[in-house]
């Protein structure tokens, strides 16, 4: 799930392809694996083993944040219940990353028994009670206190925090149940907390929590640290112990507004999402607005068939719209009385036949049946929904200026959206995959992108979540997805440079059906024209029509990142 990331991803705010550029399309890659010592930081385990992709089947990484200064990467661990028990780090893992090169180096961890989860690793973190299933964190606006909800221990915990090293110090915890004895004080309705925030002014923090299906405030004295029930709003009532509410069955993601006024929780059971309005002085919630999948006639609910499936939320930078991810990414307006009104949702639909894999000599196979590939592509399940070919839901997250969408989908799939301006629709604008499925998407091996993600403030560095450790990403060249090539077998096609990486960027295009590579240097924020030669053979396949992409290796001069993969569709010019 993604949880507040911050200012995100101006990764691919190219120039526009200048007139006569021979690609009719968008560069489509944007973002390179960095390489050498800090390119992917890892608590214990060896590198190699941390920071791979898996099917996601025993990833524990909840969430990744750059601090408010950029001087330090948060990673949060939570745990799964295999058949051995219940495996993972349940940790909070600090990073410092240097400003020049985004490289991470290991600062500080604090876990649930002081170790990474290996045998005999105690004393590698500092020892901190009631994490078990960590879930999500929130740092107060001035990073000086930092607060997590744990799943497993029912707890809400917090610590306080050094700016300058990021060094977390465990201050107090909460738990839904406590034993004589224990460290944490007794709060009622923390039940599989799963979902934290903190008021602007850091006076007020409010936890979901799924078992319980509610959402609970707190008061925080500024000066002692000290947290102090309010209220409580739960889809039962919980016997008294709440107000009834509505929608709020398996309550997970929460934000808050800057001002402090109103709260957005999103809850997976109720394929809902509620709307409050928090008394500034008391911090009590009052439910304003409830849409939900599936309603009851004369319900309070209103029904957004698309919220099927929700699980994480987000408010958009001015925070004029709330994005809710689901089984796809719906966007709300929010009016000037607060009332949320939905202005679009976007569905992963499969990719048009001529954008599915071929092979060289241009054939594409049904996986499953191995025939030739010939049946359209399918609808979005809701006609209100605009298709994007594999689109991601998992993760989400929309950048300070509401202009670019990056969606992930697991270890598989990330996708970048763009729009002109805010309440504008979305269109595609670039992908990235580990096996490509459409070949617009950049190939990105083991080194893909996926899981939960956040940059720096200026968007050129990007890090994701891997198995037990978090990978750098830096903004690289880009090349486009298309090329023209004339009877000589002369290809050309067009090559960005981001503004965000700062400097030019230089290297080479590389691909065995070439007869040479193509070196290339284009200033940031700027594209330009790129010519290549085939190989005689090529040539002669190409105007066969046995040729009609090529998967080319683009490298960086600097050797900073390592070697991307793009597909380009060949046409005849």
């Not at 800057?258 to 809902?272: C, L, M, P, Q, R």
């Amino acid at each position: 799930m993604s949880r507040g990331l911050p200012l995100l991803l101006a990764l691919l705010l190219l120039a526009a392809v200048p007139a006569g550029a021979s690609a009719g399309t968008p560069p489509s890659s944007a973002f390179s694996a960095l390489s050498g010592p800090g390119s992917c930081a890892t608590v214990g385990l060896p590198t190699d083993i941390a920071c791979a992709n898996t099917d996601g089947s025993a990833s524990t990484n909840e969430s990744v944040i750059v601090t408010p200064d950029d001087r330090q990467v948060i990673v949060i661990t939570g745990a799964q219940e295999t058949g051995h028990g219940e495996e993972g780090t349940n940790a909070i893992v600090t990073y410092n990353r240097d400003a020049t090169t985004g490289a991470l180096s290991f600062a500080s961890c604090v876990s649930n028994t002081g170790g990474d989860d290996q045998l005999g690793s105690d004393g590698v973190c500092t020892d901190a009670d009631a994490l078990s299933g960590l879930n999500a964190v929130a740092l107060t606006p001035d990073g000086k206190a930092l607060f997590a909800t744990a799943y497993g221990s029912s707890s809400l915990v917090w610590f306080d925090r050094d700016p300058a090293t990021g060094k977390l110090t465990q201050a107090g915890c909460l738990k839904n149940f406590s034993w004589p004895g224990e460290h944490c004080r007794t709060a009622p309705m923390l039940g599989g907390a799963n979902g934290v925030a903190v008021s602007a002014d850091g006076s007020t923090v409010l936890v979901t929590a799924e078992r319980t299906g509610s959402v609970t405030t707190f008061h925080r004295d500024q000066a002692t640290g000290t947290l102090e029930r309010v209220s409580c709003i739960s889809d039962t009532g919980s016997d008294g112990l709440c107000t009834d509410g509505y929608g709020l069955r398996g309550a997970r993601d929460i934000v808050t507004t800057a001002d402090g006024a109103e709260a957005f929780v999103v809850a997976t059971k109720s394929d809902a999402v509620t709307r409050f309005s928090i008394d500034k002085t008391t911090g009590a919630l009052v439910e304003r607005q409830c849409l939900a999948a599936k309603v009851a006639d004369g319900g309070a609910c209103r029904a957004v068939e698309s919220l099927g499936g929700a699980h994480s939320i987000q408010l958009g930078g001015d925070e004029s719209e709330l994005l809710v991810g689901a089984a796809g990414i719906n966007l709300f307006k929010r009016e000037a009385d607060g009332t949320l009104t939905s202005t679009a949702c976007l569905e992963s639909v499969e990719p048009p036949l001529a954008d599915r894999p071929a092979s060289e000599d241009n054939t594409s196979v049904d996986e499953d049946t191995g025939n030739q590939e010939d049946t359209p592509p399918t609808g979005t399940e809701h006609k209100s929904c605009t298709g994007i070919p594999e689109l991601g839901t998992s993760n989400i997250t929309l950048s300070a200026d509401g202009k670019v969408l990056f969606a992930s989908e697991g270890y598989s799939t990330t996708t970048i959206l763009r729009r002109d301006a805010v309440g504008q629709p979305f269109t595609w604008h670039a992908c990235a995959q580990v096996e490509i499925t459409y070949t617009k998407c950049s190939t990105l091996g083991e080194e893909g992108i996926s899981g939960p993600l956040a940059t720096t403030r200026e968007g050129r560095f990007l890090y994701a979540a891997k198995y037990h450790g978090v990978a750098v990403f830096q903004t690289a060249a880009a090349v486009a997805s298309s090329a023209s090539v004339r009877r000589s077998g002369v290809l050309t096609t067009t090559i960005g440079c981001p503004a965000a990486h700062l400097t030019p960027c230089s290297g080479a295009i590389e691909h065995d059906n070439l007869r040479a590579p193509a070196r290339f240097a284009v200033a940031a924020g700027t594209t330009s024209r790129l010519t290549m030669k085939l190989r005689p053979s090529a040539t002669r396949r190409f105007q066969s029509g046995r040729l009609r992409g090529l998967t080319v290796k683009v490298r960086d001069a600097s050797h900073k990142t390592r070697v991307a993969r793009t597909r380009v569709q060949l046409h005849k010019r």
